[in-house]
């Protein structure tokens, strides 16, 4: 099916609901089973079926088959947060002793979960430069594991050789782990190209509604099983009606990306034009690091992107950016409004040397109408230049 069907038809079965169209909403801790032969055949198989509420219920096997069908292949598992299917990822293919290769660019809280919890189990983590495939070889162990990687990297979108990174990985036994949250697999999907786990934060654009938290993991049929066991062990269960939740955002995903990138982009394109913008950085501009391979392996682009002010104060910058009326200052995006934040790349860099000359503005386009958008940074950038002086 093309994938404007695949978010309609995904983790739906009517008949199995009596004919409602959605799925129902199924909170349960306790399940039982008419005999003992029934409860120990559920127990034995625990992880494919209703058998208790940690192990899910099936409003959250509707939403992993959904995303498994829209991602073309593997099995997904739902979690309680996106952070927590990143985690849940890694631990599921390391052990203490040994060491994981994690993109220099990453969510920030990942880069923290690296250096506090791997480094408290005992496993090293070396930060690499996502844009220098060629180099990552010298950075291989014998006791290297996992080679982590973000598409576009997080603030700064800078989109990497994912092809070239899966066969470096391939070629020294490395597990590949994607979070493709910025794309989602509407616009891209990573194991259709080798890599073994497509990370997802459901709480981003598969809810679209800033209502919910959660987490999503594709993996091979094959290691299903054990990272399955794993989310249990670290009790990572969302809620039912995260879960509900999530399958109705699923149902919009192709129309709301669409207006996502098509307000980014018209966003963009005016903000490169201002004369107090250094530059824009999204996958879709020339300019921005990676461009070709953006241009090559996605499908479309979605509503998050930064740009790089030209030098200016931090109290011009929060005159512009604390006066906005449509623009939200808050951290995650992804759901229906424009948000806006302050960001400090230089503070989470290790392997490489982030530098600009200004401030640097993370912006979400959000749902509405791009020309009051527009206004509204018109009249930000008039406050910035007055409190510039």
Same mark, same amino acid.
């Given at each position: 099916?093309?994938?404007?069907?695949?978010?309609?038809?995904?983790?739906?079965?009517?008949?199995?609901?009596? $004919?409602?169209?959605?799925? %129902?909403?199924?909170?349960?801790? &306790?399940?039982?089973?008419?005999?003992?032969?029934?409860?120990?055949?559920?127990?034995?198989?625990? !992880?494919?079926?209703?058998?208790? +509420?940690?192990? +899910?219920?099936?409003?959250?096997?509707?939403?992993?088959?959904?995303?498994?069908?829209?991602?073309?292949?593997?099995?997904?598992?739902?979690?309680?947060?996106?952070?927590?299917?990143?985690?849940?990822?890694?631990?599921?293919? #390391?052990?203490?002793?040994?060491? /994981?290769?994690?993109?220099?660019?990453?969510?920030?809280?990942?880069?923290?979960? #690296?250096?506090?919890?791997?480094?408290?189990? $005992?496993? @090293?983590?070396?930060?690499?430069?996502?844009? %220098?495939?060629?180099?990552? $070889? &010298?950075?291989?162990?014998?006791?290297?594991?996992?080679?982590?990687?973000? =598409?576009?990297?997080?603030?700064?979108?800078?989109?990497?050789?994912?092809?070239?990174?899966? @066969?470096?990985?391939?070629?020294?036994?490395?597990?590949?782990?994607?979070?493709?949250?910025?794309?989602?697999?509407?616009?891209?999907?990573?194991?259709?190209?080798?890599?073994?786990?497509?990370?997802?934060?459901?709480?981003?654009?598969?809810? +679209? !509604?800033?209502?919910?938290?959660?987490?999503?993991?594709? /993996?091979?049929?094959?290691?299903?099983?054990?990272?399955?066991? &794993? =989310?249990?062990?670290?009790?990572?269960?969302?809620?039912?009606?995260?879960?509900?939740?999530?399958?109705?955002?699923?149902?919009?995903?192709?129309?709301?990306?669409?207006?996502?990138?098509?307000?980014?982009?018209?966003?963009?394109?005016?903000?490169?034009?201002?004369?107090?913008?250094?530059?824009?950085? !999204?996958?879709?501009?020339?300019?921005?690091?990676?461009?070709?391979?953006?241009?090559?392996?996605?499908? *479309? @682009?979605?509503?998050?992107?930064?740009?790089?002010?030209?030098?200016?104060?931090?109290?011009?910058?929060?005159?512009?950016?604390? +006066?906005?009326?449509?623009? %939200?200052?808050?951290?995650?995006?992804?759901?229906?409004? @424009?948000?806006?934040?302050?960001?400090?790349?230089?503070?989470?860099?290790?392997?490489?040397?982030?530098?600009?000359? *200004?401030?640097?503005?993370?912006?979400?386009?959000?749902?509405?109408?791009?020309?009051?958008?527009?206004?509204?940074?018109?009249?930000?950038?008039?406050?910035?230049?007055?409190?510039?002086?």
């Amino acid at each position: 099916m093309k994938r404007d069907t695949d978010v309609i038809e995904g983790g739906r079965n009517p008949e199995d609901q009596k $004919g409602a169209v959605n799925p %129902a909403t199924y909170r349960a801790s &306790t399940v039982t089973f008419p005999t003992l032969d029934a409860f120990a055949k559920a127990q034995h198989n625990r !992880h494919n079926q209703f058998y208790y +509420g940690r192990y +899910g219920t099936p409003t959250t096997h509707a939403l992993e088959d959904a995303i498994a069908s829209l991602e073309g292949s593997g099995r997904t598992i739902a979690v309680g947060t996106g952070l927590g299917a990143i985690t849940t990822a890694i631990l599921s293919y #390391c052990d203490s002793g040994d060491h /994981v290769l994690v993109a220099d660019n990453v969510y920030a809280p990942v880069r923290a979960c #690296c250096n506090r919890l791997l480094a408290r189990l $005992g496993v @090293s983590v070396t930060f690499y430069d996502p844009m %220098a495939p060629d180099a990552l $070889g &010298t950075l291989v162990q014998a006791n290297t594991k996992v080679l982590y990687i973000e =598409a576009p990297g997080s603030l700064t979108f800078e989109t990497p050789d994912v092809l070239a990174l899966e @066969s470096a990985a391939k070629t020294a036994g490395l597990t590949t782990i994607l979070d493709n949250t910025w794309a989602t697999p509407y616009f891209y999907r990573p194991r259709e190209i080798g890599i073994d786990v497509s990370v997802l934060s459901g709480t981003k654009y598969i809810g +679209g !509604h800033a209502d919910l938290m959660l987490g999503l993991l594709t /993996v091979p049929q094959d290691d299903f099983d054990k990272v399955r066991i &794993t =989310a249990n062990y670290l009790g990572n269960t969302p809620g039912p009606d995260d879960c509900y939740l999530a399958l109705r955002g699923l149902r919009t995903l192709a129309v709301r990306l669409r207006q996502h990138q098509a307000a980014a982009l018209r966003l963009a394109e005016w903000l490169a034009a201002r004369p107090e913008v250094e530059c824009v950085l !999204h996958p879709a501009f020339p300019e921005t690091p990676g461009h070709a391979f953006w241009k090559r392996d996605f499908g *479309g @682009s979605t509503g998050l992107f930064s740009i790089i002010l030209k030098p200016c104060p931090e109290v011009a910058v929060a005159a512009m950016v604390d +006066g906005l009326d449509l623009f %939200a200052i808050g951290a995650s995006w992804g759901g229906f409004e @424009s948000l806006m934040t302050l960001e400090r790349p230089e503070r989470s860099r290790t392997a490489t040397e982030w530098r600009a000359s *200004g401030p640097v503005l993370r912006i979400h386009a959000g749902l509405e109408d791009a020309d009051d958008l527009i206004e509204d940074l018109a009249a930000g950038f008039g406050r910035l230049n007055a409190a510039a002086g």
